[in-house]
């Protein structure tokens, strides 16, 4: 017999089974041209898919047919009971408008996902009386009525996944589903709602619920979850808009909030959690963590972690660009790179061109800009259009002479290490007048050329509030026998008399107008703790010649120490503003009676690290295990870090310190 004949004697049940891991509809439709025993079988099967991007429809058209058809032919006993349409966004600029069949057709439906379609309203209401479980994933919507018709039509409904898209007609997008077990609603960044984007819920019985903000809105919970066993609520922008106040029932808690006092009402007790996740992001995680780890009296596993940025096409709240030629990204980089003007949400930017011959340069407009990297050491020109006010943090190293306008976009910084390459005849004008850093703390400037000093103290002029001083010298061999004449200034910048605390050189050479300018700031800086110098030098005769000269120089600061540090300090890195830690009065019930495990993934080290890191060792009477994973991939520095921690006393006699 031959094979296809044998084929043909199988059960019924079997082939169905057999047909229903077939990929598409479109596959499973064309069997019915094998044989007259095939023909009737696909309106039988159970499991349908349409996916457009496996069947490279052109005409989006004939594709909603092809499904209108294909449902209304389908005559099995039991029905469709999973169907699944996704869509390839890029396969057409017309969007796919689902037939009316696809709402009344499908009574005996199970399990429904949609992707990138468009849903149409009906006079008719929908009707998935049998649907348990739902993902709409970038679905336009006739509009929020028909969103509340479409969920109150699911009277089983247990599994909810909500992707919102921008533009989709939905502004609140409203959850009342009294049997409804699992939620996972998330926000794409982009969304122009004017902070009216949210979620309303009502759903007694969920056991899990995920809300996802990218970057804000806003979540009302109308009811108590008492069933709610986990619960992940992620928000990026820092005006609060999702309370944990409803969720005092969880027992396994994942949050990622840029606020900590709104984040709950006080008085609540977190009486079941006994698992806690919190990321270590933003720069309030240290006074969330104190608030929960008071609230939460029998925890027993604590994760500290640093996630990565979600990345969405739609709206991009991280973008790096690395380039070695002209490249064209479509929306998102064109040869110029002015297409970034587009990119309106933007948070993180991070544009490294290495070498680049045909590109005219970077033009930047991006007004929610808070972290900016640009390493650009060509010939090109590099520019902002607009004012950024919301940028914190800011590494900015250019080879060109539009300096100045970069600079007046940058004034709310509270963090900036600038790297200005250009002739040594074009620094002064590097830098723009009339401008003012009133919120900058932390400054590092790299010397390039001597010349580079000449920009000092116009930024210390201008930066009322400084705290901290970094100069990095990296002399090209060119420099190294030129001798600039530096003019020390009449009038003393105001944060020398004020405010900086810390001053810090590398590669310090000593040279003669480098001497004039560490004098200068020692002398003048009357709330100086501490000013180190890293020299380049590795001869102890100049380093303690260097010493002699800088420790006879007087000092304003009568608590000034003078150190010479041993080596190279790492580079510095640009990170978000560090969280204060204050060593709590009291110690939380949970760390005295509960908690056994402490898990911290991307651990860096940093001081309010390890002073987090350390109360928990010192507190935790029940602690068994603590497991600590670095970013770092310097064996040296992680030996350093196990080193400190494991002096650390620990209250718990039976814990373990693992370094992954």
């Known amino acids: 017999m031959p094979p296809v004949d044998r084929i043909c004697h199988l059960p019924d049940a079997l082939l169905l089974r057999i047909l229903s891991e077939v990929p598409t509809a479109k596959d499973v439709v064309a069997t019915m041209v094998l044989s007259k025993r095939w023909e009737p079988l696909w309106k039988s099967v159970p499991k349908l898919v349409y996916d457009d991007s496996y069947q490279n429809i052109d005409d989006v058209g004939r594709f909603s047919r092809f499904v209108d058809r294909s449902l209304i032919l ?29 709402y009344t057709g499908s009574r005996i439906l199970v399990s429904l ?51 919102q898209c921008v533009d989709d007609n939905v502004t609140i997008f409203t959850v009342k589903v009294p049997s409804l077990k699992s939620a996972s609603l998330y926000k794409s960044a982009g969304r122009s709602t004017e902070g009216e984007d949210g979620f309303v819920i009502d759903a007694p019985s969920l056991e899990y619920l995920g809300i996802f903000f990218d970057p804000v809105g806003f979540c009302v919970i109308e009811n108590d979850m008492p069933n709610l066993v986990t619960a992940a ?74 996630m990565p940025s979600k990345f969405d096409c739609n709206g991009v709240g991280s973008f790096s660009l690395q380039r070695s030629g002209a490249i064209d990204l479509g929306a998102c980089v064109a040869p110029a790179v002015k297409s970034l003007c587009a990119v309106a949400s933007l948070k993180i930017l991070s544009v490294i061109n290495l070498s680049d011959n045909h590109a005219d340069g970077i033009l930047i407009d991006a007004p929610s800009l ?8 060509t010939e090109v020109f590099c ?27 940058l004034t709310s910084l509270q963090q900036l290490r600038l790297c200005v390459m250009t002739s040594k ?37 201008d930066s009322p509030k400084l705290r901290f001083l970094k100069l990095e010298q990296v002399h090209p061999p060119e420099a190294m026998n030129r001798r600039p004449c530096w003019n020390e200034p009449t009038d003393v910048p105001s944060c020398l008399l004020s405010s900086l605390e810390a001053f810090e050189w590398s590669q310090y050479e000593g040279r ?3 001497i004039k300018v560490a004098q200068f700031i020692i002398r003048n800086s009357a709330c100086l703790k501490n000013a180190t110098f890293y020299p380049k030098s590795t001869d102890p005769t100049e380093k303690l010649e260097m010493l002699k000269e800088l420790s006879v120089s007087p000092r304003s600061s009568s608590i000034c120490q003078l150190d010479f540090g041993r080596g190279t300090p790492t580079c510095h890195k640009i990170a978000t503003p560090r969280p204060c830690w204050n060593d709590p009065s009291s110690v939380p019930e949970c760390l005295s009676a509960s908690l056994e495990t402490l898990e911290w993934v991307r651990y860096q080290g940093s001081k309010e690290e390890n002073e987090v890191a350390t109360f928990i060792l010192r507190s935790g009477r029940c602690l068994k295990k603590v497991t600590i994973s670095s970013t770092s991939t310097d064996s040296d520095k992680k030996l350093e870090m196990l080193k400190e921690l494991s002096l650390s006393f620990r209250r718990s006699p039976t814990c373990q310190l693992a370094f992954n």
């Open 512 to 514: 003669e107008e480098e």
């Open 113 to 163: 996902k949609l992707n990138s379609v468009t849903l149409k309203d009906v006079s008719s209401l929908p009707s998935f009386p049998a649907l348990k479980t739902l993902s709409l994933a970038s679905v336009k919507y006739p509009g929020e009525e028909f969103v509340r018709r479409l969920l109150s039509s699911c009277h089983v409904l247990e599994d909810l996944d909500v992707d």
């Open 370 to 377: 808070e972290i900016m990297r640009i390493l650009e050491n």
């Open 233 to 306: 609520v992620s928000a990026a922008y820092s005006s609060p808009g999702v309370t944990l106040t409803s969720f005092t029932s969880a027992k396994r808690l994942f949050i990622c909030l840029p606020y900590s006092k709104d984040a709950y009402s006080l008085g609540s007790v977190f009486h079941r959690l006994v698992y806690l996740r919190i990321c270590t992001c933003e720069t309030e995680w240290l006074n969330l963590l104190m608030r929960l780890l008071n609230d939460s009296p029998n925890l027993r596993f604590l994760k500290l972690q640093k």
């Open 383 to 409: 520019g902002i259009e607009h004012n950024m006010p919301k940028i914190e943090t800011a590494n900015v190293c250019v080879t060109c002479n539009r300096t100045e306008k970069i600079l007046s976009s």
């Open 74 to 102: 389908h005559e099995a006993p039991c029905g469709v009971r999973d169907m699944s349409i996704e869509i390839d966004c890029s396969s057409s600029t017309t969007p796919v408008i689902l037939p009316r069949s696809l």
């Open 425 to 461: 005849d074009a620094y002064d004008a590097a830098y723009p007048e009339g401008i003012l850093f009133n919120r900058l703390v932390d400054l590092t400037l790299c010397i390039f050329e001597p010349e580079c000093l000449n920009l000092l103290m116009p930024l210390l002029k």
